[in-house]
Structure formats: C-alpha cells, structure tokens
C-alpha cells in the first residue's frame, strides 16, 4: 500500500532540516494526500523521491535527497542500479525488491489489474499498472508496455525472476536497445538455452552426455512420428515430448506408445503455446524413473563460471517439482563430479552470464544426461542459498551491474562443499483431493511459521488477499536447514503443522503426507515416487473450530439468529440448567434390558419384555418429544448434561429413543453436529439402557430407497455405534417396504420392533378401511416374518382409550407371546388414558416424555405414568422422586430453546379432525408462517383434512404427512374454495388394500 507514514516523515524530515539549511519548504508544497500520491506510489530511497506541488511530484534536489538519505540512515556501498525493476509478481517479485532494497537500489514494482492488491506491489518504492486491456497473464508479457515504463521512470535495470519474459531473448534485446539493463544472461545465451534444441546441440558439442533424442523440434505430431518411425533414428517408446521453449514442467507428456503420441503431443504443443508463444516440442527416449539433479551455477560473461553444487528435484508430479532439496545425496563421488564438470564446461562454452542452471537426469546405473539449461533464477534457488551462504539474486544484480565473480569473491575455491542440508516445499492453493484443482477465494485466516532453520519466501498470501484464478497457485515457499535430510525434514513437517490458511485450500496435507513417508526419509527417491504412492494424495481433515466458532459468533451478534433455524419465538433463558444428582442403590440386582440383550440376543430380549411384571416405558425426550415441541433442535450437549442420572432413575425402562430420520436432517443442517457422534457419546455415557430409533424401512433415515446394501450397512454400523431396538415402518404399512429394513436389522443383531401405523377410528365400523380385521391382517404379515416386538405407532394422537383397549386385546388374544409396543401424542389431552388403557388390555410397553417436554403434540406425561400405575400390577418400577428431579432439570433446559417453541398452548381436540402428526404439527407451523400463511393456521388445519381426503384417506407419517402438508398449504395459498370431494373405489393390486381415490371440483 501507498506508505503514508512514509510521506509524513519525509514531510517532517524536509520541514526541520530542509528548512535549518536555509531551504526552507512551504508546507503546501509537502502536503502528501491518498490522492497525490496514488498516483504515482513515488517513495523511494534516493533520487526517485519527489514533493507533491500543483504541478504535480518532482523529485528532490540534490541536497535535500542527501538530508533523507541520512536521516532514514542509508549507509549503503555504491549502488548497483538507481533503480531495480521486478518484471514479475508474487514471491519472486517480493524476493527481487527485497534483494536490490538491501543493495541500496530504488525498486519498481509492476502489476495487472488483478494483482492491484497483492503483496509485491506494495514491497516495492514505485509501482506502475499495466495495460488493463489485456488478459491477467497477458499483461505481464507485454514487452512494449514495460520497456516504456523503463524509459519513462528512469529505471536501470530488470530483473525478469522466473516465468513469464525471464528467458524471452526479444525482451533482453529491446531492454539493451533501450539503455535498460537486464539481470539476466545474454540474448545470446538465451537463444541458445532457451531452445532446448540448440542447447542439445551444444551439449553434445562439447561432449555432456544426452539422452537420444530429435535434433529439431517439431510442430505436428505427424513430423514426430515421421522422425520416430525412421529407421535411421536409434528410438524406441517410450518417449517424452518436451517443449521447445519454457519449463516449469510446462509442455512435457510422456508418451507410452505409438497410439498415445498424436493426443500427448498436442497436449504438450498447446500447453507450451499458451505459456510461452512457441508450440514447437522435440522428442527424446524416455528414461523411465529416473532422479532429477540440477547444478546451480553463476557466470560473469568472462568466460569464468562456477558451481554452487546439486539439488535433488526428483519428486515431482506431472513434472512439476514439489520438495526440493540440497545438496543431493546418494550419488557416487565420481558421478557428482562428472555432473559438476559437464555443467561448468558447457555454460563456459557460452560464455554464459549470470544465474542458471543445468539440469540432468540420474539413472539407476548412476549415469547422467543432459535435460536442459534454465538460464534464469529458478523456483528452487533458496535451498542453494541455505548450504552455500550465498545470495544468489544479490549475486544476480551485482554481476548485472558489470561485477566479475573475482570481484565479488565467487570463485570455486572460496566455495565450501555444504555441511549441511536444505529442503524446500511449495505451498499452494490446490486441493489434492480433486487432482490438484487450484483453489480461489479470499484468505480469511494466514498465520505463517517460524522458528529456528525455517525461511519463509511468501508472496501472494496475507489475511484478506484474494486468490484468483489467473496465475500459478504458489502461495509461499518454506525452506528449512538443518544437519541432515531427516532433521530438515521433520522441521518442514512442524512448520506446515504451524502454518495457518482458511478461505482457500492447501496442498499442505499432500505435503505432510511425502514428509512422513518412510521411502522419503530413508532413501533417495526417483520422478515416479509420487505416481507410485497414491496414498500420498489423501487429504488431512483440519476442523478449523477456531475460525467456525468466531464466524458463528459474529454472525449472531450482528445478524442475531438466522430465521432459516425457525428461531421466531423468544429469546432464550438466561438460566443455566443445573444438572442433578441421582444415585444408585446399589442392592437392586435385577438383570437389565440391556444386559440381556447384549448377553443373549434380541430374542431373549423380547422374551424378556414379555415375561416383565408391569409396565415398561420408553422416554422419548431425546427424540420424538423434543421433535414435536421444538423442531428437533435439541443439542447434543444438553442430552449429555443430564445423561448420568438419567442412566440411573430410568435404569429399568424398556429404552430411551434417541435417533431418527429428523436427527439425521437437523443435526447436519441446522445444528452441524454428526448425529454418529451424538450416539457414540449418550451410549458412552448411559451404558445400560437400551436404545431406540425410528428406521423408515427401505428409507433408513432419509427421504428416498438407497440401495440394499446401503441400508444393510447402515443398520450394521448403527448397532457397532450403540444402538439396540430398531422401530420399522412403512408410512403406507407395506409389507414389501419394510422387509428391506427389517432384514438389515436382523442381520446387524438388533431388535426387530415392526410397527403397524395407526390412524382412523378402529372404534367407528362406518370408518370404512382402517377397521379392527385391517390391523390384525397386517400385524400377521408382520408375525410371519418374524419380527421380535410389535410397535403401534400412533403418530397422530388418535388412539383414544376405547380404541386403545379394543386394538391391543384383539392383538394380544390372537397373538400370546408377541411383545406389544404403544406409541401415542398427546394432542387432544388424552394421551395417559389411552396408554393405560393399553396396558390394562395386554400392552407391554408405551412411550412417554419426562413431564417438561410431554403434552400436546408430545408424548404422554411420563411422570402421571409412573404414579398411576405405582404399587398397582402394572408398576413401571421408575422413582417418582428420580424422574421428577430428572424434570426439574428439563424444566430450566426447555427455556433455552424458547426461540423454537411452537407457540402451542394447550392440547387440542381437533386432531381427531385433521389428523395431522405430532411430529409434524410445529414443522408445519412454522413452514406455514415462512409461506405468508401467518394467521391462517385455523385455514391450514381444514385444509390439511381437506388433502387427507383427497389422497385417499392415507395413513399419514413420513413422507405421507409431508405430501398431504405441502398439499393443505397449496389449497390454503391458493385460496381454493369450495372444494367437492366424491368417492371412488379404485382395488389396488395384490397384497395392497383397496384405497379410496377421491375426485375434486373446485369453484
């Protein structure tokens, strides 16, 4: 960014010492706004300073450039340049301005409009756009526009980096025409380096070793296979096909055979055209796993050129190099002299100039070839700079400027053979999981290493940087130093665990992944080691809890609770609930449910169930209770708070229910909690009681049919995770769609607790299809399966106590031995008669919700259960004193959740009207209102009988409630009236009862 403070001191600097000297400045002529300096960003450390006047910046006399100059304490040697321009962006730019503003150069920074906010431009003293006309990369390419603004500012020299002009000989060329220095080789090492052809060329010249190979590069495949196929030419696949011009791993493909050459050259040919303008490729014998060695080496144009030693670039995917490292080991001493020498004379033989480097290939038997010759900086040169001590971009600019390697002390006596060893990886913003597949996005959260033996070379990342899709992904570079390969290594691997980034996607878990693999550490690996480990590519999950937490929180303070939560009603309490103390009496010794179940199976357990005297309850305020008065969006760490004494007063009920579809659907969607997690903690935490859950039957705990083996899987990890009775249903009480569930169950090893959906009258003969013979009828189906316990799933409150006592003895009658399970709401009120009436007639168990949760659309009062049946033949064996200490807490709990309620009041009667779910009634409260229906709920319960009728009378659970719900707000916001409904017997096909299909008029 424009440096203000900068402007401010200098303002101060020429005001006060300016005006001592007798020169004194009007203060209007040094005022340094945002908008006068925009402009330019003019702050250099030297001539290139200026004063803001009407006729815009001039720079400063000689005289007062000499007081800022000792006032910022400037003590630098004779400059290279005035004035350092970095042709580049990211890291390597950051790296260039850094490396002249240490040497006393003025820097000058460059940027696209997309890169307007990036760290590099605000590094440098000046820094000027681009044209805005052309594409992100493009703009970095455009050789006029740059040489201009040389020109034009009075820069000395350019220093390209890597990518993009660093090897463009017309850009070195058009530089030196224009009195414009590049820090670079010479246009005429780059004509011959930078085609590799010439550069094979010269290299078989003056006698390096080089892979067979085309002479000339080719610009279609056809001329490929024509010089392949050629029986002069010694080649065989397979080939690679390599670029002509650029590197980078750019416009490299392997070709395995004959058939793959065509679509792999066009590949190379199309990758090379669009990043370096040249399409040419040339084609060379593959070496089949090879390592990958390069020599650093520095020249002065003199023909004296020196070694930096090796680097080991071997691991590497699609050619692209990932850790690099120095200098390499496991090579034989003759071997790494030969490479030493072969690199030296044929830079020598060029007269080259400046930083390159010679890359080679290593083969098994320890021979090397000759790759190529990258006359420029490279990615990589840090881990050099690390075990030599020498900087290479100083070094750059300083034989730039006319400085001979005598001059600066670079000669290869003076060069120390490292001691110690270096390794570098590069950070980017690509997901390993999806191939690599960059990432963009903004930075909310960039918290860098450090520590003894790290250098950070960072560049495009900084807390709120934007990633974009235009350029190379490299975020930072890490390189670590240390004595040895394992040592560096496991400094990297502490420095990335450090490493910070939210917003975008890391490589950062590929890169733990190579760190800590054995081969790595203990061996020298070839080019082929990542294709050979997949392994590598799996991701580490990081929960980034820190950041969620603060998003959620600000989210809520600014925004407050989102309305998507159906959070409409008041706000929460402010009290705590205080968890109560309930112990055991340790002389009880009565065998558990649960401990039957586990010692002998689900068929013990249900023998049990039969053989119990009196009543055993099901607490559904995990589940069901919590669902129908507030949405299900009990939290996990609320049921955990009061599982321990839970665990004690309900020790001898039948089960506590505490998993279903809707916990499944909230916990993910509005919650983000893992309903896995929630069952492996309460089953941790309450140990001895049975579990319970609803199972839609092929549906398992969605909304569609998954494959059999999904379910089948799900029912088998469900009971490994604690889970024990398994409550089946079919929404339409189909036989066929609850087999699927049922068998899953009964393989996994749990209880098979089948129910038959109750809904009608099965006291009103006149009622018509769901009379007392349709519910025997089917609960003989279900027999004949071989279920373990019988469920009567009232969803929507309309057992009364008649029908209750006439349904369950006619089942008990005819069916002796099979346990019977009653489920009810209470929505009329009626709820503890009609459960006591099924006792009374034979059931064995019923469900209820602790007294703070139960009535209305809930279940039963558990508490008026346990003292209405207390010392009678049907005692539940529960402490009265236990559950209503277990309420008190439930009672301070349920104001925590006040935004969710509902609004209900009282129960209702008139669900034996509509007949709509429990379970459904406040999910569709609160949908109404999101659908403009506020006020019109009276209108949408009519309408909701209205629908019933006009699907056939169905029985209405999940998903037959929410088709006949979505259909009542349809007619309800539609402003359908006078809707006729007449009756159609329509038989159904086999094993199907007879429905009734109604037709409609409306007005």
């Not at 690996?525 to 999950?541: C, E, H, Q, R, W």
């Not at 969006?633 to 955990?640: E, F, G, N, S, V």
């Not at 089946?728 to 009964?746: H, K, T, W």
């Amino acid at each position: 960014m424009i440096r203000l403070s900068r402007c401010r001191s200098l303002a101060s600097v020429l005001t006060r010492r300016v005006g001592c000297a007798g020169h004194r400045v009007p203060r209007q002529a040094i005022r340094c706004t945002a908008a006068s300096v925009s402009a330019t960003h003019d702050f250099s450390s030297n001539s290139s300073f200026g004063f803001a006047t009407d006729a815009g910046i001039r720079p400063l006399s000689t005289a007062a450039q000499q007081v800022v100059d000792n006032e910022s304490g400037s003590s630098y040697a004779p400059r290279p340049f005035g004035k350092l321009m970095a042709a580049n962006r990211g890291e390597i730019a950051t790296r260039i301005l850094r490396a002249g503003t240490e040497l006393g150069c003025s820097t000058v920074g460059i940027y696209s409009h997309e890169d307007r906010f990036t760290q590099h431009r605000y590094k440098a003293d000046q820094a000027f756009q681009l044209s805005s006309d052309k594409s992100p990369v493009a703009a970095y390419l455009d050789i006029d526009t740059i040489v201009n603004l040389c020109d034009s500012n009075g820069v000395n020299a350019v220093h390209p980096g890597y990518g993009f002009l660093s090897e463009n000989a017309q850009f070195a060329k058009k530089l030196e025409d224009a009195g414009v220095v590049f820090v670079g080789p010479t246009v005429d090492n780059l004509n011959t380096f930078g085609d590799k052809t010439s550069a094979k060329n010269l290299a078989i010249k003056t006698k390096v070793p080089v892979v067979v190979g085309s002479d000339d590069a080719f610009a279609t495949p056809s001329e490929a296979e024509a010089w392949i196929n050629d029986p002069s030419n010694p080649i065989t696949y397979p080939v690679i096909v390599k670029a002509a011009m650029g590197g980078g791993g750019r416009g490299i493909r392997v070709v395995p055979a004959a058939k793959d050459l065509e679509p792999m050259f066009r590949l190379a040919s199309n990758e090379a055209l669009n990043a370096f303008g040249d399409g040419r490729c040339f084609v060379e014998k593959y070496v089949e796993k090879p390592r990958h060695i390069e020599v650093q080496c520095l020249g002065d144009g003199t023909g004296d050129v020196i070694h930096l030693y090796d680097r080991d670039c071997s691991v590497q995917r699609r050619h692209q190099k990932v850790i690099e490292t120095a200098p390499a080991t496991g090579l034989s001493r003759e071997t790494r002299e030969n490479i030493f020498n072969d690199a030296v004379r044929l830079l020598k033989a060029n007269n080259y100039r400046n930083a390159g480097t010679v890359e080679f290939l290593v083969d098994k038997d320890g021979n090397h070839y000759f790759m190529e010759v990258n006359p420029r900086v490279q990615v990589e040169h840090t881990i050099t700079e690390e075990i030599t001590g020498i900087d290479i971009v100083q070094s750059q600019i300083m034989i730039a400027s006319g400085k001979t390697l005598t001059e600066l002390g670079l000669t290869q006596d003076a060069i120390q053979e490292p001691t110690s060893y270096a390794m570098q990886c590069r950070v980017t913003t690509e997901n390993p999981a999806l191939d690599f597949r960059p990432d963009t996005g903004t930075i909310d959260v960039f918290r860098m290493p450090c520590g003894f033996g790290i250098r950070l070379d960072d560049g495009p990342g900084f807390q709120g940087a934007k990633i974009t899709p235009h350029y190379d992904s490299l975020l930072v570079k890490i390189t670590a130093k240390a004595r040895n390969r394992k040592d560096a290594a496991s400094k990297l691997i502490r420095a990335l665990r450090e490493f910070r980034v939210r917003g975008v996607q890391t490589n950062k878990s590929f890169l733990l992944n190579v760190l800590n693999n054995k081969d790595f550490l203990e061996g020298e690996v070839t080019t082929g080691f990542i294709a050979d480990n997949p392994s590598l590519m799996s991701p580490l999950k990081e929960r980034d809890r820190a950041q969620k937490l603060l998003h959620y929180i600000g989210e809520i303070i600014v925004n407050g609770t989102p309305k998507s939560l159906g959070a409409t009603g008041d706000p929460p309490s402010s009290v705590n609930p205080i968890v109560p103390e309930i112990h055991m009496d340790h002389k009880e010794k009565k065998q558990s449910l649960k401990m039957i179940f586990d010692n002998h199976g689900p068929e013990a357990f249900a023998k049990a169930v039969r053989e119990n005297e009196g009543l055993l309850i099901t607490d559904t305020t995990w589940r069901d209770a919590h669902q129908s008065l507030l949405a299900t969006r009990l939290r996990t760490i609320d049921m955990l708070n009061i599982a321990g004494p839970t665990s004690v007063a309900l020790r001898n009920a039948y089960s506590l229910e505490c998993w279903g579809g809707a916990t499944f659907d909230v916990a993910m969607r509005f919650l983000n909690e893992c309903p896995w997690d929630r069952l492996n903690l309460l089953r941790e935490a309450v140990p001895d009681i049975p579990f319970q859950m609803l199972l839609r039957g092929a549906n398992a705990v969605g909304y569609t049919s998954y494959p059999d083996n999904v379910v089948y899987e799900f029912c088998k990890l469900a009971k490994e995770a604690g889970m024990d009775v398994f409550r089946v249903f079919d929404s339409l009480n189909y036989v066929e769609n609850m087999r699927l569930g049922i068998d899953a169950v009964g393989q996994a090893g749990g209880v098979v607790e089948a129910a038959v959906c109750y809904t009608g009258d099965v006291t009103e003969p006149k009622r018509g299809l769901y009379d007392l013979e349709y519910y025997l009828g089917f609960v003989r189906e279900l027999e004949a399966i071989g279920i373990h316990v019988l469920a009567i799933k009232d969803m929507a409150g309309l057992l009364k106590p008649n029908g209750s006592k006439m349904l369950v003895a006619a089942i008990r009658e005819e069916f002796p031995n099979l346990p019977i399970h009653v489920h009810t709401h209470d929505t009329a009120g009626t709820g503890v008669a009609s459960m006591l009436a099924a006792a009374e007639a034979g059931a064995d168990a019923v469900d209820a919700a602790t007294d703070a949760m139960s009535g209305t659309t809930s279940q039963p009062s558990l508490g008026a259960l346990v003292a209405s049946t207390q010392g009678t033949k049907l005692d539940t064996g529960i402490d009265l004193h236990q559950v209503s200490t277990l309420n008190e807490y439930w009672e301070e709990c349920r104001g925590l959740y006040l935004p969710f309620e509902s609004g209900q009041k009282s129960g209702s009667a008139d669900v034996y009207i509509h007949e709509m779910p429990g379970g459904q009634y406040t999910n569709l409260l609160y949908q109404s209102s999101q659908l403009g229906l506020t006020g019109q709920w009276s209108q949408v319960k009519a309408a909701y009988a209205t629908a019933n009728r006009l699907l056939g009378d169905i029985i209405k659970v999940t998903p037959s409630s929410k088709v006949t719900g979505d259909l009542a707000q349809f007619i309800v916001g539609e402003s359908f009236d006078g809707i006729q409904i007449s009756v159609v017997n329509i038989p159904a096909p086999n094993k199907l009862p007879t429905f009734r299909f109604y037709s409609k008029q409306i007005d």
